[in-house]
């Protein structure tokens, strides 16, 4: 929103895109309603899960799920639990929609394994015009250590290490051969 709100563009177009619309609406449609309300002039286009900004600028919820982006323009784009969205959204649809503004992409999400956002974060560790940053759960203080314990305790070893910890090593649930592959990593 405040990309939005600053962007000196003729009629910015900004889009936060989940695995599906649902989901996008889910986790972020009242997120965006609730912090954009004290904005003078700011228009809220349910049908569209869209957000308005008096200077013509739109924040658009979107999901990977339909071909929706194709042939859109956008200054930016925040993805969602990447590990959902397959790479082929980005590659063949999006970046052409950023490539016509020279827009920017955040990838963001828990990670899944060394899939999507995984590759994404070790790449862009190698490359300076990138931020990279890996948040775990026991370093980042933004959750009590109470609280740590209680997920631990109810997600399991494996999940809470893999969802929480960010340890890429863990195996998902249910996985044939699960603590086995664990323990020999």
Not at 9 to 21: E, V
Not at 37 to 51: H, M, T, V, Y
Not at 157 to 163: D, G, K, P, R
């Amino acid at each position: 929103q405040k990309r939005a709100i600053e962007c000196t563009r003729n009629q910015p177009r900004f889009a936060y895109m989940a695995p599906t619309r649902v989901r996008a609406k889910d986790i972020a449609w009242q997120y965006l309603k609730e912090y954009s309300k004290d904005i003078p002039g700011r228009r809220i286009i349910e049908s569209e899960l869209a957000i308005e900004y008096p200077n013509g600028a739109r924040v658009t919820l979107y999901g990977a799920d339909n071909d929706r982006g194709m042939g859109l323009y956008l200054d930016g784009i925040v993805y969602d639990e990447c590990d959902e969205i397959p790479p082929y959204v980005h590659t063949d649809i999006i970046s052409a929609a950023l490539a016509d503004r020279q827009g920017w992409a955040v990838w963001m999400g828990i990670l899944r394994g060394r899939h999507n956002l995984w590759k994404k974060y070790e790449s862009a560790k190698q490359d300076p015009t990138y931020l990279a940053m890996l948040l775990r759960a026991s370093e980042s203080g933004i959750l009590p250590d109470e609280e740590l314990t209680l997920l631990k305790n109810s997600m399991g070893e494996s999940a809470y290490l893999l969802q929480m910890e960010c340890n890429v090593n863990m195996s998902l649930a249910n996985a044939i051969y699960g603590p086995q592959m664990n323990e020999v990593r």
